[in-house]
């Protein structure tokens, strides 16, 4: 059974989601507030989370921003607006997928299904990838630089060890959006410049003289670290 948390003040829609997602083997649990959501966040285990933008308290990025400071669960935003800098803000402060309302629960279970997938593999010794300053720990989500665990969104992460893990390979945009939403990579390919751009700025990395990832102008990124 899937434990899936949503923090929306749609009574509704929460109730119609908990009906239907019985028949996927996922359990919903339910929130209006941010208030009951962070404390039942504290309280138990999720292995998601759905945040809907539009809440009493506080808008739903400025509570994606404290979820991601105590925890690394995937997050799923949910709004009705659907403009292109809300889908990118959603990414940039740590959500891994954005979902515009009104959608499809079954599209909604799929997507739920794909970053569970991701997130599932448990190892059984730490590894870590080496390159020069930078090390990555792809088990464990951790980034450490000179020493230092630097913080990145769980997009950072992937998107870092996707390109590590295939050194010298290049990816397009659409290719990268395929990699890391599973679903709708036709969405906003200018996301996919911001990102690289913040995760070049978290590594201290040169586009003018890269040590870690290249642009390939009109052509896509590569990794260029040397793994030892």
């Known amino acids: 059974?899937?434990?899936?948390?949503?923090?929306?003040?749609?009574?509704?829609?929460?109730?119609?989601?908990?009906?239907?997602?019985?028949?996927?083997?996922?359990?919903?649990?339910c929130a209006e507030t941010p208030s009951l959501g962070l404390s039942l966040l504290a309280k138990g285990h999720f292995d998601l989370l759905l945040l809907d933008v539009m809440l009493p308290e506080k808008d739903g990025f400025t509570l994606c921003k404290?979820?991601?400071?105590?925890?690394d669960l995937p997050i799923i935003m949910l709004t009705a607006r659907g403009e292109l800098t809300d889908k990118v803000l959603g990414l940039e402060i740590g959500a891994d997928d954005y979902l515009p309302k009104p959608f499809e629960p079954r599209e909604l279970v799929a997507r739920i299904d794909v970053l569970l997938r991701r997130n599932r593999a448990a190892p059984t010794q730490e590894e870590c990838w080496r390159f020069d300053e930078l090390c990555l720990y792809p088990q464990q989500h951790k980034v450490e630089l000179n020493g230092e665990e630097i913080s990145l969104t769980g997009?950072?992460?992937?998107?870092?060890?996707?390109?590590?893990?295939?050194?010298?390979?290049?990816?397009?945009?659409?290719?990268?959006?395929?990699?890391?939403?599973?679903?709708?990579?036709?969405?906003?390919?200018?996301?996919i410049d911001i990102l690289l751009s913040r995760l070049r700025q978290k590594l201290g990395d040169d586009a003018n003289a890269p040590k870690?990832?290249?642009t390939l102008r009109n052509v896509g990124y590569c990794f260029v670290g040397k793994r030892q």
């Open 66 to 71: 404290e979820i991601r400071q105590q925890h």
């Open 212 to 214: 870690y990832i290249k």
């Open 1 to 29: 059974m899937k434990n899936v948390l949503m923090i929306d003040d749609d009574r509704d829609l929460s109730a119609r989601l908990q009906q239907y997602f019985s028949q996927f083997d996922i359990k919903l649990q």
């Open 155 to 191: 997009m950072e992460f992937r998107c870092l060890r996707l390109l590590a893990e295939h050194p010298g390979q290049v990816f397009n945009r659409d290719e990268l959006l395929n990699e890391l939403r599973g679903i709708d990579a036709d969405v906003y390919s200018r996301s």
